[in-house]
Protein backbone atom coordinates (compact mmCIF):
# COMPACT_ATOMS: atom_id res chain seq x y z
CA UNK A 1 0.00 0.00 0.00
CA UNK A 2 1.26 3.30 -1.10
CA UNK A 3 0.74 5.93 2.16
CA UNK A 4 2.18 8.96 3.29
CA UNK A 5 3.28 12.17 1.16
CA UNK A 6 6.25 12.63 -0.92
CA UNK A 7 9.20 15.13 1.11
CA UNK A 8 7.76 17.60 -2.11
CA UNK A 9 4.34 16.94 -1.55
CA UNK A 10 5.13 18.27 2.03
CA UNK A 11 6.97 21.14 1.23
CA UNK A 12 4.03 22.35 -1.57
CA UNK A 13 1.45 22.13 1.50
CA UNK A 14 3.36 25.09 2.97
CA UNK A 15 2.23 27.58 -0.36
CA UNK A 16 -0.79 29.64 1.03
CA UNK A 17 -3.44 28.04 -1.45
CA UNK A 18 -5.80 31.54 -1.32
CA UNK A 19 -3.02 33.50 -2.36
CA UNK A 20 -1.39 31.90 -4.97
CA UNK A 21 -5.36 31.53 -6.82
CA UNK A 22 -5.57 35.25 -6.31
CA UNK A 23 -2.26 35.81 -8.26
CA UNK A 24 -2.98 33.19 -10.85
CA UNK A 25 -6.50 34.97 -11.16
CA UNK A 26 -5.34 38.63 -11.55
CA UNK A 27 -3.35 37.70 -14.89
CA UNK A 28 -5.88 34.89 -15.91
CA UNK A 29 -2.77 32.60 -16.15
CA UNK A 30 -5.14 29.42 -15.88
CA UNK A 31 -7.47 30.84 -19.16
CA UNK A 32 -8.28 28.30 -21.16
CA UNK A 33 -5.36 26.00 -19.70
CA UNK A 34 -6.81 22.08 -20.03
CA UNK A 35 -3.85 20.78 -18.21
CA UNK A 36 -0.17 21.42 -16.93
CA UNK A 37 -1.88 24.90 -14.89
CA UNK A 38 -0.01 27.15 -13.50
CA UNK A 39 0.34 25.30 -9.87
CA UNK A 40 1.64 22.14 -11.69
CA UNK A 41 4.10 24.69 -13.47
CA UNK A 42 5.64 26.32 -10.10
CA UNK A 43 6.03 22.95 -8.56
CA UNK A 44 8.17 21.35 -11.63
CA UNK A 45 10.37 24.36 -11.59
CA UNK A 46 10.38 24.80 -8.04
CA UNK A 47 11.45 20.58 -7.95
CA UNK A 48 14.54 21.87 -10.64
CA UNK A 49 15.72 24.21 -8.70
CA UNK A 50 15.82 22.33 -5.14
CA UNK A 51 17.15 19.26 -7.58
CA UNK A 52 19.71 21.34 -9.26
CA UNK A 53 18.82 20.34 -12.83
CA UNK A 54 20.19 21.48 -15.58
CA UNK A 55 17.89 21.87 -18.55
CA UNK A 56 14.40 21.02 -19.35
CA UNK A 57 15.46 17.50 -21.27
CA UNK A 58 17.33 16.84 -17.34
CA UNK A 59 13.53 17.29 -16.06
CA UNK A 60 12.03 15.49 -18.82
CA UNK A 61 14.67 12.42 -17.44
CA UNK A 62 13.99 12.97 -13.94
CA UNK A 63 10.30 12.67 -13.95
CA UNK A 64 10.39 9.79 -16.22
CA UNK A 65 12.75 7.38 -13.91
CA UNK A 66 10.39 8.46 -10.88
CA UNK A 67 7.23 8.85 -12.68
CA UNK A 68 5.42 6.33 -10.62
CA UNK A 69 6.21 8.96 -7.57
CA UNK A 70 4.82 12.09 -9.23
CA UNK A 71 0.80 11.54 -8.46
CA UNK A 72 1.66 11.32 -4.97
CA UNK A 73 3.65 14.56 -5.28
CA UNK A 74 1.30 16.84 -6.64
CA UNK A 75 2.34 16.22 -10.41
CA UNK A 76 -0.40 15.00 -12.73
CA UNK A 77 2.34 12.36 -14.76
CA UNK A 78 5.62 13.02 -16.86
CA UNK A 79 5.79 16.48 -18.44
CA UNK A 80 7.57 16.83 -21.66
CA UNK A 81 9.84 19.49 -22.46
CA UNK A 82 8.03 21.01 -24.99
CA UNK A 83 5.03 21.94 -22.31
CA UNK A 84 7.47 23.21 -20.17
CA UNK A 85 9.24 25.35 -22.53
CA UNK A 86 5.76 26.68 -23.58
CA UNK A 87 4.53 27.17 -20.21
CA UNK A 88 7.83 28.83 -19.56
CA UNK A 89 7.19 31.17 -22.58
CA UNK A 90 3.67 32.07 -22.21
CA UNK A 91 2.57 31.92 -18.72
CA UNK A 92 2.71 35.80 -17.38
CA UNK A 93 5.68 35.90 -14.91
CA UNK A 94 4.02 38.84 -12.73
CA UNK A 95 2.14 35.58 -11.54
CA UNK A 96 5.18 34.62 -9.58
CA UNK A 97 6.55 37.79 -8.64
CA UNK A 98 2.89 38.89 -6.94
CA UNK A 99 3.60 35.38 -5.25
CA UNK A 100 6.97 36.43 -4.14
CA UNK A 101 5.81 39.45 -2.23
CA UNK A 102 3.08 36.88 -0.59
CA UNK A 103 5.97 34.86 0.60
CA UNK A 104 8.09 37.95 1.36
CA UNK A 105 5.93 39.16 3.85
CA UNK A 106 5.53 35.55 5.68
CA UNK A 107 9.11 34.96 5.69
CA UNK A 108 9.31 38.94 6.82
CA UNK A 109 7.51 38.25 9.83
CA UNK A 110 9.17 35.03 11.14
CA UNK A 111 12.85 36.26 10.93
CA UNK A 112 12.10 39.91 11.92
CA UNK A 113 14.15 38.62 15.33
CA UNK A 114 16.40 36.24 14.02
CA UNK A 115 19.19 38.47 13.31
CA UNK A 116 22.67 40.00 14.71
CA UNK A 117 21.57 43.45 14.14
CA UNK A 118 23.12 45.12 17.11
CA UNK A 119 23.28 48.77 16.35
CA UNK A 120 20.88 50.38 19.09
CA UNK A 121 18.44 52.50 16.70
CA UNK A 122 14.62 53.01 16.93
CA UNK A 123 14.19 53.41 13.15
CA UNK A 124 14.35 50.12 10.37
CA UNK A 125 16.68 49.88 8.60
CA UNK A 126 16.88 48.50 5.01
CA UNK A 127 19.71 48.06 2.09
CA UNK A 128 19.40 48.51 -1.15
CA UNK A 129 21.75 47.21 -3.70
CA UNK A 130 21.51 45.52 -7.00
CA UNK A 131 23.12 42.40 -8.65
CA UNK A 132 23.79 42.04 -12.16
CA UNK A 133 23.68 37.85 -14.11
CA UNK A 134 25.29 37.80 -17.27
CA UNK A 135 23.66 36.46 -20.29
CA UNK A 136 25.12 36.15 -23.92
CA UNK A 137 23.40 39.06 -26.17
CA UNK A 138 23.06 36.06 -29.12
CA UNK A 139 20.86 34.16 -27.15
CA UNK A 140 18.84 37.12 -25.55
CA UNK A 141 18.83 39.73 -27.62
CA UNK A 142 15.99 41.81 -25.56
CA UNK A 143 19.03 41.56 -22.41
CA UNK A 144 20.54 45.05 -23.34
CA UNK A 145 23.52 45.71 -21.29
CA UNK A 146 26.64 46.67 -23.23
CA UNK A 147 27.52 46.58 -26.67
CA UNK A 148 28.73 42.86 -26.94
CA UNK A 149 27.08 42.09 -23.45
CA UNK A 150 23.62 41.16 -21.86
CA UNK A 151 21.92 41.04 -18.42
CA UNK A 152 18.93 41.35 -16.05
CA UNK A 153 19.59 42.73 -12.93
CA UNK A 154 18.06 41.73 -9.45
CA UNK A 155 17.34 45.11 -7.21
CA UNK A 156 16.73 44.18 -3.87
CA UNK A 157 15.47 45.80 -0.58
CA UNK A 158 16.87 44.13 2.95
CA UNK A 159 15.56 44.47 5.78
CA UNK A 160 18.65 44.39 8.06
CA UNK A 161 16.64 43.37 11.13
CA UNK A 162 15.99 39.91 9.55
CA UNK A 163 17.72 39.62 6.61
CA UNK A 164 14.68 38.63 4.70
CA UNK A 165 14.23 40.53 1.57
CA UNK A 166 11.24 42.83 1.51
CA UNK A 167 11.16 43.66 -1.93
CA UNK A 168 12.75 42.64 -5.43
CA UNK A 169 12.67 44.02 -8.95
CA UNK A 170 14.01 42.84 -12.16
CA UNK A 171 15.13 44.72 -14.88
CA UNK A 172 17.01 45.06 -17.75
CA UNK A 173 21.19 45.17 -17.59
CA UNK A 174 20.62 48.43 -18.87
CA UNK A 175 18.18 50.26 -16.56
CA UNK A 176 20.10 52.39 -14.09
CA UNK A 177 19.61 51.17 -10.73
CA UNK A 178 18.97 54.33 -9.61
CA UNK A 179 15.40 54.33 -11.22
CA UNK A 180 14.57 51.19 -8.63
CA UNK A 181 13.72 54.17 -6.05
CA UNK A 182 10.44 55.59 -8.15
CA UNK A 183 8.93 51.84 -6.98
CA UNK A 184 10.22 51.49 -3.75
CA UNK A 185 7.92 51.33 -0.81
CA UNK A 186 8.97 54.19 1.53
CA UNK A 187 7.90 53.40 5.11
CA UNK A 188 8.37 57.34 7.11
CA UNK A 189 10.91 56.91 9.46
CA UNK A 190 12.73 53.89 8.14
CA UNK A 191 16.41 54.47 6.61
CA UNK A 192 17.51 53.08 3.53
CA UNK A 193 21.11 52.16 2.91
CA UNK A 194 22.73 52.34 -0.48
CA UNK A 195 26.17 52.91 -2.34
CA UNK A 196 26.59 55.85 -4.21
CA UNK A 197 25.56 54.63 -7.66
CA UNK A 198 21.84 55.44 -5.98
CA UNK A 199 22.90 58.92 -5.88
CA UNK A 200 19.99 60.90 -8.24
CA UNK A 201 18.95 64.19 -5.87
CA UNK A 202 15.61 64.73 -6.83
CA UNK A 203 14.85 61.04 -6.67
CA UNK A 204 16.51 61.09 -2.76
CA UNK A 205 14.74 64.35 -1.93
CA UNK A 206 11.03 63.40 -3.51
CA UNK A 207 10.90 59.85 -2.40
CA UNK A 208 12.73 59.91 0.51
CA UNK A 209 13.06 63.27 2.12
CA UNK A 210 9.47 63.94 1.68
CA UNK A 211 8.18 60.80 2.82
CA UNK A 212 9.66 61.95 6.08
CA UNK A 213 12.54 58.67 5.38
CA UNK A 214 15.93 58.69 5.87
CA UNK A 215 18.99 57.68 3.35
CA UNK A 216 22.13 56.63 3.98
CA UNK A 217 24.65 56.29 1.43
CA UNK A 218 28.45 57.64 0.06
CA UNK A 219 29.15 60.74 -1.56
CA UNK A 220 29.99 61.48 -5.41
CA UNK A 221 33.46 62.63 -5.47
CA UNK A 222 32.32 65.50 -7.89
CA UNK A 223 29.65 66.73 -5.53
CA UNK A 224 29.61 70.73 -5.42
CA UNK A 225 28.70 71.89 -1.79
CA UNK A 226 29.54 74.50 0.59
CA UNK A 227 30.22 73.87 4.47
CA UNK A 228 27.38 75.39 6.61
CA UNK A 229 28.21 73.89 9.73
CA UNK A 230 30.66 71.81 11.37
CA UNK A 231 30.24 69.41 14.86
CA UNK A 232 32.63 68.21 17.00
CA UNK A 233 33.92 64.56 16.35
CA UNK A 234 35.81 61.83 18.50
CA UNK A 235 38.64 61.34 16.22
CA UNK A 236 39.77 58.09 18.03
CA UNK A 237 36.62 56.43 16.76
CA UNK A 238 37.83 56.96 13.41
CA UNK A 239 36.16 59.90 12.26
CA UNK A 240 37.18 62.67 10.56
CA UNK A 241 34.74 65.70 10.90
CA UNK A 242 30.78 65.73 10.53
CA UNK A 243 29.40 68.45 8.79
CA UNK A 244 26.33 70.31 7.72
CA UNK A 245 26.20 70.94 3.85
CA UNK A 246 24.20 72.58 1.10
CA UNK A 247 24.53 71.65 -2.46
CA UNK A 248 26.19 74.69 -4.44
CA UNK A 249 25.30 73.59 -8.03
CA UNK A 250 21.95 75.63 -10.21
CA UNK A 251 20.16 72.34 -10.81
CA UNK A 252 21.43 70.28 -8.00
CA UNK A 253 20.18 72.90 -5.55
CA UNK A 254 17.07 72.74 -7.01
CA UNK A 255 16.93 69.24 -6.89
CA UNK A 256 17.66 69.34 -3.35
CA UNK A 257 16.31 72.35 -1.51
CA UNK A 258 17.55 71.48 1.66
CA UNK A 259 20.93 70.92 4.09
CA UNK A 260 22.61 67.21 4.04
CA UNK A 261 24.69 65.89 6.55
CA UNK A 262 28.29 64.95 5.42
CA UNK A 263 30.43 62.68 7.82
CA UNK A 264 34.14 61.67 6.67
CA UNK A 265 35.63 58.40 8.14
CA UNK A 266 38.47 56.30 8.08
CA UNK A 267 37.90 52.58 8.66
CA UNK A 268 40.67 51.25 11.52
CA UNK A 269 40.45 47.40 9.81
CA UNK A 270 40.81 48.63 6.59
CA UNK A 271 42.69 52.56 6.34
CA UNK A 272 39.72 52.88 3.84
CA UNK A 273 38.70 56.57 3.64
CA UNK A 274 34.46 56.90 3.42
CA UNK A 275 32.36 60.27 3.21
CA UNK A 276 28.61 59.44 3.81
CA UNK A 277 26.00 61.41 2.88
CA UNK A 278 22.29 61.58 4.75
CA UNK A 279 19.44 63.39 5.60
CA UNK A 280 19.07 62.22 9.12
CA UNK A 281 20.29 64.42 11.58
CA UNK A 282 19.60 62.88 14.69
CA UNK A 283 21.59 60.01 14.95
CA UNK A 284 25.29 59.83 16.07
CA UNK A 285 28.01 59.97 13.19
CA UNK A 286 29.24 56.39 14.63
CA UNK A 287 25.84 55.32 14.18
CA UNK A 288 25.87 56.27 10.35
CA UNK A 289 29.11 54.65 9.36
CA UNK A 290 28.09 51.31 11.36
CA UNK A 291 24.57 51.46 9.23
CA UNK A 292 26.66 51.69 6.26
CA UNK A 293 29.00 48.90 7.20
CA UNK A 294 25.74 46.52 7.69
CA UNK A 295 25.32 46.89 3.86
CA UNK A 296 27.83 43.97 3.78
CA UNK A 297 24.41 41.44 4.46
CA UNK A 298 22.95 41.91 1.22
CA UNK A 299 26.19 41.35 -0.62
CA UNK A 300 25.61 37.97 1.00
CA UNK A 301 22.00 37.45 0.03
CA UNK A 302 23.73 37.94 -3.64
CA UNK A 303 26.23 35.37 -3.39
CA UNK A 304 24.19 33.11 -1.78
CA UNK A 305 21.09 32.98 -4.38
CA UNK A 306 23.75 33.00 -6.93
CA UNK A 307 25.52 30.66 -5.83
CA UNK A 308 22.53 27.91 -4.79
CA UNK A 309 19.62 28.74 -6.96
CA UNK A 310 19.16 27.19 -10.50
CA UNK A 311 19.54 31.27 -11.97
CA UNK A 312 23.02 31.42 -13.85
CA UNK A 313 21.86 29.14 -16.83
CA UNK A 314 18.45 29.39 -18.38
CA UNK A 315 15.51 26.71 -19.35
CA UNK A 316 14.36 29.55 -22.33
CA UNK A 317 15.90 32.45 -23.86
CA UNK A 318 13.01 34.75 -23.88
CA UNK A 319 12.32 37.99 -21.35
CA UNK A 320 9.32 35.92 -19.75
CA UNK A 321 11.26 32.29 -19.28
CA UNK A 322 14.00 33.91 -17.88
CA UNK A 323 11.93 36.06 -15.42
CA UNK A 324 9.61 32.90 -14.95
CA UNK A 325 12.69 31.17 -13.69
CA UNK A 326 14.36 33.81 -11.39
CA UNK A 327 10.52 34.88 -9.73
CA UNK A 328 10.29 30.91 -9.42
CA UNK A 329 13.65 30.45 -7.34
CA UNK A 330 13.15 33.27 -5.23
CA UNK A 331 9.81 31.87 -4.52
CA UNK A 332 11.32 28.24 -3.70
CA UNK A 333 14.16 30.01 -1.42
CA UNK A 334 11.46 31.76 0.52
CA UNK A 335 9.45 28.78 0.61
CA UNK A 336 12.39 26.21 2.39
CA UNK A 337 13.05 29.98 4.81
CA UNK A 338 9.96 29.44 5.78
CA UNK A 339 9.29 25.59 6.44
CA UNK A 340 12.52 25.98 8.08
CA UNK A 341 10.98 28.44 10.70
CA UNK A 342 7.39 26.78 11.00
CA UNK A 343 9.37 23.01 11.61
CA UNK A 344 11.95 24.63 13.81
CA UNK A 345 14.61 22.99 12.03
CA UNK A 346 18.18 24.30 13.50
CA UNK A 347 20.14 23.26 10.41
CA UNK A 348 21.24 26.17 8.05
CA UNK A 349 19.49 26.67 4.56
CA UNK A 350 22.52 25.75 3.07
CA UNK A 351 21.82 22.03 4.49
CA UNK A 352 18.11 21.86 4.12
CA UNK A 353 18.68 22.32 0.43
CA UNK A 354 21.09 19.72 -0.32
CA UNK A 355 19.38 17.50 2.27
CA UNK A 356 15.90 17.88 0.28
CA UNK A 357 17.16 17.49 -3.01
CA UNK A 358 18.25 14.06 -2.51
CA UNK A 359 14.81 13.50 -0.79
CA UNK A 360 11.71 14.71 -3.00
CA UNK A 361 10.44 11.46 -3.33
CA UNK A 362 10.77 10.28 -0.02
CA UNK A 363 7.67 9.13 2.36
CA UNK A 364 9.62 10.11 5.24
CA UNK A 365 8.21 13.61 7.54
CA UNK A 366 10.63 16.15 6.64
CA UNK A 367 11.10 17.14 10.43
CA UNK A 368 12.60 13.56 10.85
CA UNK A 369 15.03 13.84 7.91
CA UNK A 370 16.78 16.48 10.32
CA UNK A 371 16.13 14.46 13.90
CA UNK A 372 18.26 11.41 13.16
CA UNK A 373 21.79 12.98 13.12
CA UNK A 374 23.62 15.38 13.17
CA UNK A 375 24.08 17.23 9.81
CA UNK A 376 27.30 19.45 9.92
CA UNK A 377 27.57 20.44 6.51
CA UNK A 378 30.16 23.15 5.16
CA UNK A 379 29.08 25.72 2.91
CA UNK A 380 32.78 26.40 1.67
CA UNK A 381 32.10 28.90 -0.41
CA UNK A 382 30.72 31.84 2.30
CA UNK A 383 31.87 30.58 5.98
CA UNK A 384 30.39 33.95 7.22
CA UNK A 385 26.66 33.31 6.45
CA UNK A 386 23.80 35.02 7.94
CA UNK A 387 21.91 33.48 10.63
CA UNK A 388 19.33 32.54 8.42
CA UNK A 389 21.77 30.98 6.30
Not at 10 to 23: A, N, R, T, V
Not at 237 to 266: A, F, H, N, V
Not at 352 to 376: A, D, W
Amino acid sequence: MNIGSTVFSQLMSFIPEYEFSKCVNKYKGDYRVRQFTCREHFYVMSFAQITFREGLRDIEACFTAFYKKLYHSGIKGIIPRSTLADANEKRDWRIYADFAQVLIKQARELYIEDNEFKIEIDNIAYALDSSTIDLCLSLFPWAKFRKKKGAVKINTLLDLRGSIPVFIDITEGACHEVNVIDTLPIEPGSIYVMDKGYVDYYRLYTYITEQHAFFVTRAKTNMAYRRVYSRKVDKTTGLIYDQSIKLTGYYKKKEYPEYLRLIKYRDADTGIVYIFLTNNFKLEALIIAQLYKERWKVELFFKWIKQHLRIKSFYGNSRNAVYCQIWIAICTYLLVAIVKKKLKLNQSLYTLLQVLSLSMFEKTPINKLFSRSSYNFEDNDNPNQLTLW
